[in-house]
């Protein structure tokens, strides 16, 4: 089974810009379909953005169109995730997540980094 990790959370500035990252053990991400979600206490936790096994397929949710990418560095066996022209709203703790393809469950989580921006 995969081990999941994330870094580079923060706290900036509105307008700013971070990369997390989500380092893989264990196995590698290309036998998942990855997933960034983030949660904000007292909400649910909302999917962010999602990669299929093979790349090629991804997925954001409509707050962050335009402004999120989600990438995975294949030989790093990491996953990423850009964020630029950070909002206020975009507070929250922010967790990678793996799930096998023939899955519809996220099994595999990371411990969360937290990201704050500020107006």
Partial sequence: QVQLAESGGGSVQ??????????????TLTDYTTAWFRQVPGKERELVAR???TGGIT???DS????FTISR???KNTLYLQMNSLK???????????????RT???????????IVSA
């Fill in 14 to 27: 509105a307008g700013d810009s971070l990369r997390l990252s989500c380092a893989a053990s264990g196995r």
């Fill in 51 to 53: 990669m299929t096994w």
């Fill in 59 to 61: 997925y954001y949710a």
């Fill in 64 to 67: 962050v169109k335009g402004r």
């Fill in 73 to 75: 560095d294949n030989a």
């Fill in 88 to 102: 206020p709203e975009d507070t929250a703790m922010y967790y990678c997540a793996a799930r096998l393809k023939e």
């Fill in 105 to 115: 469950m996220y099994d595999y989580w990371g411990q969360g980094t937290q990201v």
